[in-house]
């Protein structure tokens, strides 16, 4: 099949919502339909279990499955879908964010009791500064939960997002007849056992026919047709153009757990949402159909089996071809690498394979070489923007517990970081090495990898930082930035890139600082150019 021809059948998206609003489910039923996995209760959920900071058997557990989910893949009437695994958890929200720049669109689930929660709006936040196309998915509608316009509404002040139905619940809870799919025209009854069986449609192609009355009783007939009518009056119409630019975002409404509205989430998804699409490097923007390969790195996971020293790349096919045994650049060291054994990732598998193409993604094996960010081409010197680091939340100074193993610490510290685990900084004044993180948890994860991989141990002293803010001394006024550097030296850093970094210690500091030095700019992301 032509290149072209393999870039329109391919799908790459990613799922996200706060943990327990029904991703795994969703992701499952999904794969059902596909014919990848043959029963439920074979995606394994990649949620921490409570408590889980203390018990280093669930940080295993978790980077298995992690391993696992990362990818699953599997063929649609024809298309090639690629899901891609975002964490729930707030201490892997990075993960999440990185992922994101590998999507090309995404689903958002929302649990139709709890409404749009913390999780959900900071994702939905990432998405909508990037314009990537949302569709929104309310589940659990067989429990009781809000009121579909109430919902709706909330979806759109507290997510900023412009919502159509384009399917809509007939009742709810006990009450919860099915979905009238406004995107099909037709009516899908639940039954309530419809969990292994892809259940049948029933066309209603006018609203007002008896027939409805018929089926799902007069009251929730007559509702339905009044809520309809108020959906076309309230909601613009759906228009392809503005979900692809990120403007305007279809609703679907189900419950993943009894299969229900998801067949009618799937079609639509396959027909509307985005190919693979160009992606801005800092040279130029790259198209899926130039015959060169490109594509960078988005995740990596590391020593799942301490005797084997490898890790895996995640690398997301931007253009081209990826072909295996093929000589590769390396952009950021400048030189060429060879891959025998690519992985693919299918629902319960991963298989090497010889030729992938946009919007796939190749798991790399790796043997130090690749950090979060980096790219590969066929030659050319591209790379790729969009994987920025965010200030983290939690700073604390890591120490060596044992003198003996200070070489062994500190690699394990460096492949850690280009894994993105967390952020290491640099003290300017005496050298010594702040961990910054997102959450609590990685704190744990980082010394227990230490010690299980690299043989190293560690200590972690606190450190009252705020937030670390990038500095950019572009444009600042010379006499200015040297007294900057001068007066804070106590609060500069260095990240692992060489960047300055300014490590403020409340919020009144940074502002007092911003004031003081009006020429630095501040920029709260690694990535300001
Ligand atoms: P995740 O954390 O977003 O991946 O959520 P899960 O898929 O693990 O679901 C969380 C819980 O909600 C599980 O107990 C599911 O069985 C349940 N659940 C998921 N979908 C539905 C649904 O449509 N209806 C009901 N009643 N429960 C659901």
Redesign the pocket.
């Known amino acids: 099949m032509s290149l072209i021809k393999e870039i329109q059948r391919r799908r790459t998206f990613g799922i996200i919502?706060h943990?327990?609003?029904?991703?795994?489910?969703?992701t499952e039923k999904l794969l059902l339909f596909g014919g990848a996995i043959q029963e439920a209760g074979a995606v394994k959920?990649n949620?921490i279990k409570k408590g889980a900071t203390s018990d280093f058997m669930e940080i295993e557990r978790q980077r298995g499955i992690s391993v696992a989910t990362s990818v699953l893949a599997f063929e649609y009437n024809g298309i090639k879908i690629n899901i891609l695994d975002t964490p729930?958890h707030k201490d892997f929200a990075e993960d999440t964010f990185r992922t994101l720049t590998a999507v090309d669109s995404v689903i958002v689930?929302i649990d139709v009791a709890k409404g749009v929660e913390e999780q959900t709006e900071k994702l939905v936040e990432v998405c909508r500064m990037r314009n990537i196309p949302m569709i929104v998915f309310i589940?659990?509608?067989?429990?009781e939960g809000k009121d579909a316009f109430d919902l709706l509404d909330e979806i759109e002040q507290k997510l900023g997002l412009n919502v159509v139905p384009l399917s809509f619940p007939i009742g709810m809870g006990y009450e919860f007849k099915g979905i009238y799919n406004i995107w099909e025209r037709n009516i899908n009854l639940f039954s309530g056992d419809s969990r292994k069986d892809i259940e049948e449609t029933i066309e209603i192609s006018d609203l007002q026919s008896p027939e409805l009355n018929t089926l799902v009783g007069n009251t929730a007939a007559e509702t339905l047709r009044e809520e309809i009518e108020l959906v076309e009056g309230i909601y613009p119409a759906f228009n392809r153009e503005d979900y692809l630019n990120g403007d305007l975002q279809p609703v679907f409404f189900?419950?993943?757990?009894?299969n229900f509205g998801v067949r009618e989430l799937l079609d639509c998804f396959i027909d509307i949402a985005p190919k693979p699409r160009p992606k801005q490097s800092e040279e130029r923007i790259v198209n899926p159909n130039e015959d060169k390969f490109s594509g960078f790195v988005f995740k990596i996971h590391a020593n799942m089996d301490p005797n084997h020293r490898d890790r895996l790349a995640f690398i997301k096919i931007v253009s081209g071809t990826f072909k295996r045994n093929t000589p590769y650049l390396h952009v950021r060291h400048n030189k060429k690498l060879k891959f025998s054994s690519p992985n693919a990732f299918f629902a319960e598998k991963k298989e090497i394979v010889d030729i992938s193409y946009p919007g796939d993604i190749v798991g790399l094996h790796d043997t130090g070489n690749f950090k979060i960010g980096d790219t590969l081409t066929e030659g050319e010197a591209i790379n790729y923007k969009g994987i920025p680091s965010f200030s983290p939340e939690h700073f604390r100074y890591i120490n060596n517990a044992d003198p003996l193993k200070s070489k062994q610490l500190y690699k394990g510290i460096d492949q850690l970081m280009d894994e993105g685990v967390a952020q290491l900084f640099t003290l300017e004044l005496n050298g010594r090495k702040v961990i910054g993180t997102v959450g609590a948890l990685q704190y744990e994860v980082i010394q227990y990898r230490l010690e299980h991989e690299y043989g190293a141990k560690c200590r972690y002293e606190n450190l009252n930082v705020y937030k670390a803010c990038w500095i950019d001394p572009n444009g600042s006024k010379p006499e200015e930035y040297n007294e900057f550097v001068r007066v804070k030296q106590r609060f500069l850093a260095k990240d692992k890139q060489e960047q300055l970094v300014f490590l403020a210690d409340s919020p009144f500091s940074l502002q007092m600082t911003q004031q003081k030095y009006p020429s630095i700019k501040f920029h709260f992301t690694s990535e300001f150019n």
């Open positions: 919502s943990p327990d609003a029904g991703k795994t489910t969703l959920s949620k729930g689930v589940n659990k509608m067989d429990r189900g419950s993943a757990l009894n």
